[in-house]
Every structure is written in structure tokens, then in C-alpha cells.
């Protein structure tokens, strides 16, 4: 009997792919499925009652085309246009959080405040970013004003030759009189406006502003302006909470969303967007580089 197998799976300790059709029934092993990113791939299983010594013409293929498992071809309509236009051509944006800062070392709340600046060893995971990202190539690299983010941004970006690019709408966000305090402080003597920062941030409400919801408005005007710039590599250097509203626009997701990710000191993420400003998220806080020697390749 011989069927043509559609559905894709991988024998488990086997880097070649089964196919099953809606007519047959999968394997009932769990172990043995996997998913498949071979979505173009057929192979036809001679099945057959009687013993069967198997020709060489139809063993499994000894190579595989892998540049097909590297990553999406294309997409379309992954999520909302961030741009609402279409753009001059696809894109991959790198996202970079600053160095360790002197209030990060201290549990301070930063927010959009000045006054704290690298440490020593902010200044070394700087550096370590500049070594990991040597071999990348970037149209342009954007960063917020303040100075935590600045002085990463000026480390890494030393020796390229274009100048950096400051954007208002890459600052972190504003906390208002919170901003200087230490957490535990800031929760004994703001306990309700505290826990609502922590735990429904979405809602969170200070000087009858809704920070979280106005930053979301920030991170979208900020990928418009960047994702219309001229250029297919761009770097951003910023900060922990406008990173997780850039990446949370970019994925479709609301204010509500906002603590589902995080992001370390120096950590990176990254995505790549069609013509139609749509997104894809390939990397989220890679940490390697923080770590050990790891070098980033385009």
C-alpha cells in the first residue's frame, strides 16, 4: 500500500522528518512527535504487510537543506502595522537595555529621573554589548536622552561612524514622586499606589496620568518614526519599561500585558518587520554576551 503523508513530526534522535495523512492515524507515542518546521516537505511511505527490505531510493535523505529551518521565509499580517503605511523595505531592529545603573544597585525607582548614571560595572556590560555587537552592521542607532542609557549607548556606538540619534520617545517611563525612592520604602509609604504599580499596572494612576497606558503611546510613536527612517539595521538603546512597551506594541499586546516580559541589564531583543510594518519577534533578552565571550552575527 502506498499513501502520501502530509502531517510532520520527527522520530525522536532523528534530525529527518515523518509526514502521517488525515486518512492514517499518528503515531500514538508522544515521545515521537515534535514539531516540524519542514512545511513544504513530502516523503511517500511504501507501507506494505509483507516484509520489505527497503531500496536505496527510498531511504531517508543523508542532508537536508537547513537554511529552510532558520527562520520564517516571509509573513504577512503577523500582527498590526505599527507604521499604517507601508515602509521602503524589511528591517531588523536590535533593542538594547542600558548597563547596571547606581539606583539599580541600590533598588531605587528610576523612572524617567537623570540623576542615576552607570556603575562601574555597567560601564564593563556596556562594553561587553560593543564587543558582542561588533560584527553587526546598523544603519543608524537610536537612544533615549537619559543618561544611563546615553552613556551605554556612546560606549557601544564608539568607533561607527554615524552619529547617535537621541529620541524623547525612547525615555523611560515617569513615576512621578516615586522616582528616587527605594522600593521598600515607596511600599510602606505608598502601599496602595505601590502595589497598583506592581501588580495592575495597566491602572496604575499617578497625578491623574495612567503612566503605563502613556507609554504605550510613546512606544508606538517611537517604532512609527523609526521604522519611516531610511535604513534596513537599526540599534535602540533605552530602558527596561519602554522595552517592554516597544515589544509589547509590536506583538499586538495591551497595557495589561506589560509585566509578561523582562528584560535584564544589557539584555537584547530583537525583531524583524515586513513592508507593512508588521512584526516579528526573533530574540528576547538575549543575555549570552553578559556572560561570556558570545559574539552576535548578522
Given at each position: 500500500m502506498q499513501m502520501e503523508m502530509l502531517s510532520a513530526g520527527f522520530v525522536l534522535g532523528s534530525p529527518f522528518p515523518f509526514f502521517f495523512s488525515s486518512s492514517s492515524s499518528p503515531p500514538t507515542n508522544p515521545k515521537l512527535l515534535r514539531?516540524?518546521?519542514?512545511?513544504?516537505?513530502?516523503?511517500?511511505?511504501?507501507?506494505?504487510?509483507?516484509?520489505?527490505?527497503?531500496?536505496?531510493?527510498?531511504?531517508?535523505?543523508?542532508?537536508?537543506?537547513?537554511?529552510?529551518?532558520?527562520?520564517?521565509?516571509?509573513?504577512?499580517?503577523?500582527?498590526?502595522?505599527?507604521?499604517?503605511?507601508?515602509?521602503?523595505?524589511?528591517?531588523?531592529?536590535?533593542?538594547?537595555?542600558?548597563?547596571l545603573s547606581t539606583w539599580n544597585s541600590e533598588s531605587r525607582i528610576q523612572g524617567s529621573s537623570d540623576l542615576s548614571v552607570l556603575t562601574e560595572d555597567g560601564e564593563k556590560q556596556a562594553e561587553r554589548c560593543k564587543k558582542a555587537l561588533e560584527n553587526m552592521y546598523f544603519d543608524q542607532c537610536f537612544a533615549s536622552p537619559i543618561s544611563r542609557a546615553k552613556q551605554?549607548?556612546?560606549?557601544?556606538?564608539?568607533?561607527?561612524?554615524?552619529?547617535?540619534?537621541?529620541l524623547d520617545s525612547l525615555r523611560e517611563i515617569s513615576l512621578y514622586?516615586?522616582?528616587?525612592?527605594?522600593?521598600?520604602?515607596?511600599?510602606?509609604?505608598?502601599?496602595?499606589?505601590?502595589?497598583?504599580?506592581?501588580?495592575?499596572?495597566a491602572n496604575f494612576v499617578m497625578n491623574d496620568r495612567y503612566p503605563v497606558r502613556d507609554l504605550w503611546g510613546a512606544a508606538r510613536a517611537c517604532?512609527?518614526?523609526?521604522?519611516?527612517?531610511?535604513?534596513?539595521?537599526?540599534?535602540?538603546?533605552?530602558?527596561?519599561?519602554?522595552?517592554?512597551?516597544?515589544?509589547?506594541?509590536?506583538?499586538?499586546l495591551g497595557p495589561e500585558r506589560f509585566r509578561s516580559v523582562d528584560?535584564?541589564?544589557?539584555?537584547?531583543?530583537?525583531?524583524?518587520?515586513?513592508?507593512?510594518?508588521?512584526?516579528?519577534?526573533?530574540?528576547?533578552?538575549?543575555?549570552?554576551?553578559?556572560?561570556?565571550d558570545h559574539v552576535y552575527n548578522a
Open positions: 514539531a516540524s518546521p519542514f512545511s513544504s516537505l513530502r516523503l511517500r511511505i511504501h507501507c506494505s504487510t509483507s516484509s520489505h527490505e527497503v531500496t536505496p531510493s527510498e531511504k531517508l535523505p543523508t542532508r537536508i537543506d537547513f537554511s529552510l529551518t532558520g527562520g520564517a521565509y516571509d509573513f504577512t499580517k503577523g500582527t498590526t502595522s505599527l507604521t499604517g503605511e507601508l515602509i521602503a523595505s524589511p528591517k531588523k531592529v536590535m533593542i538594547l537595555r542600558h548597563g551605554t549607548a556612546e560606549i557601544i556606538w564608539q568607533g561607527r561612524e554615524k552619529p547617535l540619534v537621541y514622586h516615586l522616582e528616587g525612592m527605594k522600593n521598600v520604602d515607596a511600599k510602606r509609604i505608598y502601599p496602595k499606589e505601590y502595589t497598583t504599580w506592581r501588580e495592575d499596572p517604532w512609527k518614526e523609526i521604522l519611516l527612517s531610511p535604513g534596513e539595521s537599526f540599534l535602540i538603546v533605552t530602558h527596561k519599561s519602554i522595552m517592554r512597551a516597544l515589544t509589547c506594541t509590536a506583538l499586538g528584560i535584564n541589564n544589557g539584555g537584547i531583543c530583537v525583531f524583524n518587520f515586513n513592508k507593512r510594518g508588521e512584526a516579528m519577534l526573533e530574540g528576547l533578552n538575549l543575555t549570552a554576551h553578559m556572560y561570556s
